[in-house]
């Protein structure tokens, strides 16, 4: 059964990128969020496994990955003429690197929470794709041991470059992370997401929605072959 939710105004924004289904879920499976504000289209959430995608949708993976504004700004302009270079040439090498590099991450997690979930953000009347959600099992440690014993996960969101700045996350945001917050095996977990100390719309939507700022830090941002240690800011996100 399709589930609908009908909202108003909220507000996010995380840039992320991750590649990978583990599990099956009908919870979360396929939401649809319903808007009455002309300004914005209705959305879809379908969860997929990056193994077995359309053409479509297999495509607009491996374009976001290839973005080569949001390369330079996480790698540094070298690595990212590399991949965008790979992403120009030969695609298909630059979806089997994030895939490899996701299964890498998996083994990480600790066992009996080993969840990475991803979905296409569709235009609910189109279909066509606007976007892309990850949820993910955190593994990076913490400057703190108030939740070693908790299930953390992380957010990440991005959307089509054609839809950026235009409030379309703000307005989806706050529906979208209760729904997976109240999925039945999240209900005791804690979200977080991390962001660039540079994405200032990130930053005074984390503050308008009382986020908590937990710590800047080093992150290393894996892109398969290509690795670097950026800055990142951490943020938890409260239960709503």
């Not at 790698?75 to 990212?80: C, K, N, R």
């Not at 993910?136 to 070693?148: S, V």
């Amino acid at each position: 059964m399709k589930k609908h939710c009908y909202i108003t105004s909220i507000s996010f924004f995380v840039v992320a990128f991750t590649l990978y289904a583990m599990e099956d879920n009908s919870y979360l499976n396929y939401q649809t969020f319903l808007t009455n504000n002309t300004k914005y289209p209705s959305i879809i959430l379908q969860q997929v496994d990056t193994h077995y995608l359309t053409q479509e949708d297999k495509q607009f993976f491996t374009d976001l990955a290839g973005n080569f504004t949001d390369l330079k700004e996480m790698f540094g302009l070298s690595i990212a003429v590399m991949i965008k270079g790979i992403h120009t040439i030969k695609p298909e090498t630059l979806f089997d690197i994030l895939q490899a590099s996701e299964k890498e991450r998996t083994c990480k997690m600790p066992e009996g929470q080993k969840y990475f979930y991803n979905w296409m953000i569709k235009n609910a009347d189109t279909y066509t794709p606007i976007g892309t959600l990850s949820l993910a099992t955190y593994t990076d440690p913490l400057p703190t041991t108030e939740y070693t014993d908790k299930l953390l996960l992380e957010l990440g969101l991005i959307l089509d470059p054609l839809y950026r700045n235009q409030g379309l996350a703000s307005h989806f945001a706050s529906h979208i992370v209760t729904w997976l917050q109240n999925a039945p095996q999240f209900k005791q977990a804690t979200f977080c997401f991390n962001t660039l100390p540079t994405n200032k719309g990130t930053h005074r939507l984390a503050e308008k929605l009382n986020y908590q700022h937990l710590v800047t830090r080093s992150y290393e941002l894996d892109f398969g072959l290509f690795k670097k240690t950026i800055t990142s800011d951490l943020f938890f996100i409260p239960k709503q």
